[in-house]
């Protein structure tokens, strides 16, 4: 079936052959390769996208099912050029390692600081509860988030 | 007047941004699952659905049948040699005549797409016969199925203590579980040669085997340096490699294989499972006489780098402490279970979970406080090491670590009622009322580069170019900073800051060694050390200069050779450096058998629901001892990714095995510590001069992992009141029992 979706804010169209994932749709049709694939059911959120406003494992969700939606994938939250302040914020506190996570958790708190300009330390942590990185022990990442500065133009 | 040479920006002892930070965090950077080639086949793998069988027929025909299938290949397409192995090549390519554990690779096929390529492998029938499978460690031991036994005895083998405690311990299978599964591609060159890109920890050992298998020269393979979404261990040894170089050249095509999760968990070894049996002596006043240790791991189906855990499992089996009288037995068990090999801490980890059990009940018996125990016994510079009688000639400053952890403040008892800080987190399910909360200690040692005489050597060159320098290497870059690191220790070495690290494939360079056993900053860091020191005194004679910075070659304030010109004479180095010669063990385990020593220790503080058997970990503090800290961000990030894993081990991660199979090989199933999961950690970095790494400085990767899991297990003891000698800890483990 043919697919028509928006995806980081440009209409495209999509042929799904198969009964593959929103994720397999970014990655192997539209070649967004951001978004990664460590798990395929839902439990690492390396595939995290934001759906209709809703943040989602992209694995999870039917491509046929995106069909008519928004999605924004870390391709769109990342700017022309330099860095979004939640990615500026990741990359001074050493917040990326391997860096397969990496992405997942951008989108999700970028999620986050779009809908709470100033989570605490708790809030942080349930946000990103869905996002298992196995390198850095997470500590760089809440000290990364904690001092995200979200300016005006956010 | 200031001094017109400027000093460079971004060296040793600063913490510069990573040169790949970007790229991650915008999701542009390459990893093995993200490339392509134009015509790129999909490969998939046909794995055993039995722990041991005889491979009675295989029928290729449905498979060829289907549109779309390239090739389908099985142990009789090998083209070289039909094994291969980390240190003896005696796993099958793919399996001939017997499959020995649940998952071993039986056939591969390329296809057009990754769906036709499964589905292609799914439709090949094997039919098996179904053997016994051999799946307990000590049955093994008893048939002799052992890959390797390693006896210890160091001092009078009479002497005994007053103070006895003894005690026996498991330690359940770990997998590393790095983010990224395998995957790679392989490019045919055309000419009857391969280009592989793939997920490893160490390309030119790859690159071995690749041409040992496909019968190939040395020089018609090139393994690329490729990026790797994590390690821990999981990368050393050769899975879709040669599959993917033999579909390659069979097909004439570019072919890819990515493993899904449950496939990674059966495509990787893992940490191996441990039985441990100890007995500790001391006199009244504490002094450690004597210890006794039986050691079992149970490697597996194949060798894989089990030789090697053994000898580091028994070789570490007393700890960072003195001891005058020393009984060690391993063994490393061959069985039907999947293979085992290395992981983060590398039969450290499993014996320091016993030796620190051990070491607290001592103190117990004795009516003595932990610490003291630890520090009146503590192992230091100048010491023999009680298994391997070795003299520790570099700083081990065991003692301080013991005083750091001392020094430490201990949290307050929780106040907080938000669910999140309690045992069970989000699950509601805990009372404030039924959490007690325990502290724990441990202390554990760790060598620093491979051991027993092997030649451990990397290989680095740096280049002078237009723009500044490039540190050309085969080094893998897991995600630790190597990356980073190599470029620090290149720009104070020569002066400058405008420096590259380039990853080069198994043609352009020797070899680095492997990403492990962390020695890469030493190893890998010497020789661009040692390079960008001889460029630059080399530079500078030429020219008659005394100075190097981004400007050129400076004399007396005086500019003499613009960068520009100098970056068009082709400087450069290149160099291998190799560490402080070791040696075999004797037939009593004794030698010179290592080349460093790093310590740390860990204190834990947990709460912990006894009546449920939930564990949260609140604190994980550390004192490490990091020689010199080249980059302190990144080793912050090795101490608390380390303490993670440390974590996982002592509180939720186990591959469970039923009869060779495993049971949990689903992100779902295999639990790994979320971000709630996380404890706050302190690091302290205990920097002493003296080792042979560069500017000082050794490896920091795998010591957060050795004691990390056993002052939890500690920690949860003093909260629960259980014995706990078995990791992971359950809920049953602490509720049930």
Known sequence: MIVELTVNGEQVTARVTHPGSLLDLLRDDLGLLGSKNACEQGECGSCSVVLDGELVCS?????????????????????EDGLHPVQEAMHRAGAVQCGFCTPGIVVAAVDLFARNPHPSGTEIKE??????CRCTGYGAIIRALEAVEIGAET | MAPRVRAPEGGVGESPLRPDGAAKLRGEFDYAQDLSAEGMLWAATVRSPHARARIVAIDLAPALAIGGVHACLTADDVPGRGTFGLEHPDQPVLAADEVRFWGEPVAVVAAEDPDTARRAAAAIEVRYEELDALTDAEEADRSDEVFRRLRIRRGDQALHGTVVVEGEYEVGMQDQAPLGTEAGLAIPDGEGGVDLYATSQYVHVDHEQVVASLGLRPEQVRAHPTGIGGAFGAREDVNLHIHLCMLALHTGRPVKMVYQRSESFTGHVHRH?????????????????????????????YA??????????????VGPYRSDSVSVDGVGA???????????????????????????????????DPLDLRELNALGTGDSMATTGQVIDTPLPTLDVIKSLRAMPLPEP?????????????GLTTEPHHVRRGVGYALGLKNLGFSEGSDDYAQARVRLTSEGAVVETAAIEVGQGLVTVLGQIARSALGISNVEVAHVDTSRIDSAGSTSASRQTQLSGGATLEAATRLRHRVLAHHDGDQLDDQGVWRDDELLVEWSALGEEGWEETVTFRH?????????????????????????????????????????????????????????GQIEGGILQG??????????MKEGVILNATFTDYLLPTILDAPDVEALLIEREGSWGPFGAKGVGEPPTISSTAAVAAAIRAASGKELNRVPIRPQDIALE
């Open chain 2, 647 to 656: 974590v996982g081990l002592a509180v939720m991660e186990e591959l469970v």
């Open chain 2, 334 to 368: 061959r069985t039907n279970n999947p293979p085992c090999g290395a992981m983060r801490g590398f039969g450290a980890v499993q014996v320091c979970f016993a030796y620190e059990a051990q070491m607290d009940r001592l103190a117990g018996a004795l009516g003595m």
């Open chain 1, 127 to 132: 946000a990103l509860a869905g996002n298992i």
């Open chain 2, 304 to 317: 894989s780098t089990t030789s090697a855990v053994l000898a580091n499992a028994c070789y570490f089996a």
């Open chain 2, 414 to 426: 929780a106040t907080s009622a938000h669910h999140s800080d309690l045992p069970g987190g989000s």
């Open chain 1, 59 to 79: 694995c999870l969700v039917m491509a046929a099912d995106a069909a008519n939606s928004s999605v924004t994938t870390v391709e769109g939250v990342s700017p």
């Open chain 2, 580 to 636: 402080p010669p070791t040696t075999g063990p004797d037939e009593n385990g004794q030698g010179v058998i290592h080349a460093d020593f790093a310590v740390a220790g860990h204190r834990a503080v947990v709460d912990v629901d006894t009546e449920l058997g939930l564990v949260k970990v609140v604190r994980v503090d550390t004192a490490q001892d990091v020689g010199l800290a080249l980059n302190p961000q990144s080793v912050r």
């Open chain 2, 273 to 301: 499972p441990a039985w441990l049996r100890y007995r500790h002596e001391a006199d009244e006043d504490g002094r450690l006489v004597r210890v006794e240790a039986r050691v079992v791991i149970d490697g597996g189906a």
